[in-house]
Nanobody
Framework: QVQLVESGGGLVQAGGSLRLSCAAS????????MGWFRQTPGKEREFIAS????????LYANSVKGRFTISRDNAKNIAYLQMNSLKPEDTAVYSC?????????????WGQGTQVTVSS
């Protein structure tokens, strides 16, 4: 089992930056790919970014490419989402997720989410 806890959300102005953290526990962190998702009322949960178990590959949604950066520190069991040039439309609940890297494709473990609000 993997437990995930997000932190770092808050209120920022448009154009500002915010870094989200996802602390993981329960298993060997490097065995899990990590992902970030966001969801707003009335919309489907949206994929934002993912990173492989060792950090060797990353994937970004087009909506955040060039603005957001996913990273991880396996020694600390933490995944990060650095968000720059934030826009009001980035406002959402951001959740991190984990899956077994190279074995499964479904995101099995989820955190509770952290609210990010971007004011205009």
């Amino acid at each position: 089992q993997v437990q995930l806890v997000e932190s770092g959300g808050g209120l920022v102005q448009a154009g500002g930056s915010l870094r989200l953290s996802c602390a993981a526990s329960g298993r060997t962190f490097s065995n899990y790919a990590m992902g970030w998702f966001r969801q707003t009322p009335g919309k489907e949960r949206e994929f934002i970014a993912s990173i492989s178990g060792t950090g060797g590959s990353t994937l970004y949604a087009n909506s955040v490419k060039g603005r957001f950066t996913i990273s991880r520190d396996n020694a600390k069991n933490i995944a990060y989402l650095q968000m720059n040039s934030l826009k009001p439309e980035d406002t959402a609940v951001y959740s991190c997720a984990a899956r077994i890297s190279g074995i499964t494709v479904s995101w099995r473990y989820w955190g509770q989410g952290t609210q990010v609000t971007v004011s205009s």
